[in-house]
Structures are given as structure tokens and as C-alpha cells.
């Protein structure tokens, strides 16, 4: 069973940053390409960025290229998202996934998913 635990979530201003972290049980986290999705109240879950097994490629949405970047520490089974120059419409719960194998940007191909973090912006 694979168990993903976010933690880093809070209340920041605008212009501020947070870095998020995802833990993963299990000892086989380089099978799985991870992902960090963001749903905000009274919206669908969308796509924040993600990154491949061994972290080679990475893919962003265009509202966060530049200011988000994901890594991952396969050591710590662990994969992160630093968030630079929030803004309020950044404001959601942010969500981490797993799947085997290929990166993608669709949420119903991911298996596993965290529980979330509460990220709230203010002006």
C-alpha cells in the first residue's frame, strides 16, 4: 500500500513562498513518477506540476511556470514544490500523487494521492 503524506501548507501574503513536501512509504518510490495537483473552493482539481521517476524531466502549468519548481530526493523518498511569488489565486489545498512509470498531467491517471495541505494566500 503505498501511503503519500503532504506537509509545508500555511497562510502567507502575496510574494511570499512556502515549500510543500510529499513523503512516500514503500521502497520502491523511483517506480513512480509524482505529481502536485491544487483544487480550490468550487473549482475541479487541476494539474500543478510533476516530475519523472529519477526527476529528469518535469512538467509546470503555465499559471505557475517560474515562479514553482518540483524536485524529488529519492533517498528520503520524498518529493517537493517550491512555490515563489505567490499569489492569491494560488490559494487552494495542494494535493500530491503517484503513478508508475510516465509523468502525466491528468489527475484520474494518478493511483495514489496524499491527503492534502491547506495553502492560503492573502493580500
Known amino acids: 500500500q503505498v501511503q503519500l503524506v503532504e506537509s509545508g501548507g500555511g497562510l502567507v501574503q502575496a510574494g511570499d513562498s512556502l515549500r510543500l513536501s510529499c513523503a512516500r512509504s514503500g521502497r520502491t518510490f523511483t517506480s513512480y513518477s509524482m505529481g502536485w495537483f491544487r483544487q480550490a473552493p468550487g473549482k475541479e482539481r487541476e494539474f500543478v506540476a510533476a516530475?519523472?521517476?529519477?526527476?529528469?524531466?518535469?512538467g509546470y502549468a503555465d499559471s505557475v511556470k517560474g515562479r514553482f519548481t518540483i524536485s524529488r530526493d529519492n533517498a528520503k523518498n520524498s518529493v517537493y514544490l517550491q512555490m515563489n511569488s505567490l499569489q492569491t489565486e494560488d490559494t487552494a489545498v495542494y494535493y500530491c500523487?503517484?503513478?508508475?512509470?510516465?509523468?502525466?498531467?491528468?489527475?484520474?491517471?494518478?493511483?495514489?494521492w496524499g491527503q492534502g495541505t491547506q495553502v492560503t494566500v492573502s493580500v
Open positions: 500523487a503517484a503513478r508508475p512509470n510516465v509523468m502525466t498531467r491528468e489527475p484520474a491517471t494518478y493511483d495514489y
Open positions: 516530475i519523472s521517476r529519477y526527476g529528469s524531466s518535469t
